[in-house]
């Protein structure tokens, strides 16, 4: 029985150090590593350094042993950016979903700063807090459409590729829930109410991700469910530009650009893809997609209808984190900033990445300082200016 056990065990090779004096185990894997290392980068193992140990002749391979309640790919990825330099690093290095996400569980359950730290930055490259990044991110998604080769900065703003299987949302969600990232649910929401159709069980049941047991709390199912009906709903009022309001100031052929508004509403519901983005407000309605649907109106109507397209765009996504029951996006971006400091995101990874640990947000937190006081500083001058009028 013990053999057949034994035979079960798997040993990750790059985390099997022979000199090891910690033996680990997660389900049937089993990691030799370093007590010290171990306890220098984790307070909550530096307190199990304290605990006493068996004897000598009850050690598994010599080494103190510890049994972890947490899935093996997890504590995999966890130990290997604890013990390998070379993996994981910090934003815009490139990262897996499931690197970003066994690191930033794993790292701030046992208290390992840096490393739950270097992962939230990563994973909140993923999910927008403001409209404008949001708009550079769908850019970079459909870029196809209209530039041979979207901005090298838009396409690497977001540092892991998205996982084909769609549950990997209800596991960022879970996962940002645990940490109290709550700045990742509004943008995590609006894309998982395109899913639902492909994920209803999985809200409601639960499901397996890679093999991990994982599923939305009852209260993240209970907003959801009022949240995905709001944002449903609000696809025809951001479409709503298209047929009001009718008349433009200024327009050179009211009847045509108006004929030809009315025309385009018909012709969206039929475009392909027009459903799958029916309960997506913000993608619905693409401009280098869709403006083809407008060739015949004039320029006055065409910059009017983008000025009232974009207005009601930020009016959805002002309410947005109000739907899903969240703090408004000003609390969600403080919380932000005081979790990973101001990461410029948007900014070209390969102009900031230098190979050193963290650079963007040692340096965006003064950066944000220096904007803070220079717009005091403006405001200032101009009140001294009225006043001396």
Not at 104 to 115: A, M, Q, T, W
Not at 201 to 227: C, Q
Request: aromatic share 10%.
């Amino acid at each position: 029985m013990e053999e057949t056990e034994a035979q079960r065990l798997q040993i990750i090779s790059e985390l099997w150090f022979e000199d090891g004096n910690l033996l680990i185990q997660a389900e049937n894997t089993q990691y030799r590593v370093f007590r010290g290392i171990l306890a220098a980068r984790s307070s909550v193992f530096e307190d199990m350094q304290s605990l006493p140990q068996p004897p000598a002749s009850e050690q598994a391979e010599n080494c103190a042993f510890l049994l972890l309640p947490d899935p093996a790919p997890e504590v995999t990825v966890f130990l290997k950016a604890i013990f390998d330099a070379d993996f994981f690093k910090p934003y815009p290095a490139p990262a897996e979903f499931n690197e970003v996400i066994g690191c930033l569980r794993l790292g701030h359950k046992y208290g390992v700063d840096f490393l739950w730290r270097r992962a939230l930055v990563h994973l909140s490259s993923g999910y927008a807090t403001t409209l404008s990044r949001l708009d550079a991110m769908i850019e970079s998604e459909f870029g196809e459409e209209s530039t041979s080769r979207p901005s090298e900065s838009v396409l690497e703003a977001r540092s892991w590729t998205a996982p084909l299987q769609p549950a990997h949302q209800i596991r960022a969600i879970q996962v940002a829930r645990e940490v109290g990232a709550l700045w990742i649910l509004p943008r995590a929401f609006y894309i998982l109410c395109s899913d639902f159709p492909a994920l209803h069980r999985a809200v409601f049941m639960g499901t397996d991700y890679e093999g991990i047991p994982m599923s939305l709390s009852e209260h993240d199912r209970e907003v959801f469910i009022k949240g995905r009906e709001i944002q449903s709903g609000s696809s025809a009022d951001i479409l709503q530009f298209l047929s009001h309001p009718l008349n433009t100031v200024g327009c050179q052929q009211a009847g045509l650009c108006i004929l030809t508004r009315l025309k385009a509403i018909g012709n969206i519901s039929r475009r392909q893809g027009f459903r799958s983005y029916s309960t997506l407000p913000l993608h619905i309605w693409r401009w280098r997609a869709h403006i083809n649907l407008l060739d015949d109106m004039c320029t006055t109507c065409i910059l009017a209808l983008k000025k009232t397209h974009q207005a009601a765009r930020q009016e959805f996504w002002d309410k947005l984190p109000e739907m899903y029951g969240l703090p408004n996006w000003n609390e969600l971006e403080r919380l932000k900033i005081e979790s990973i400091g101001a990461v410029v995101h948007q900014v070209s990874p390969r102009a900031l990445y230098r190979g050193h640990d963290e650079p963007v947000i040692r340096l965006s937190g003064l950066l944000v300082w220096a904007i803070q006081l220079s717009q005091n500083v403006y405001s200032q001058c101009c009140k001294k200016l009225r006043e001396k009028k």
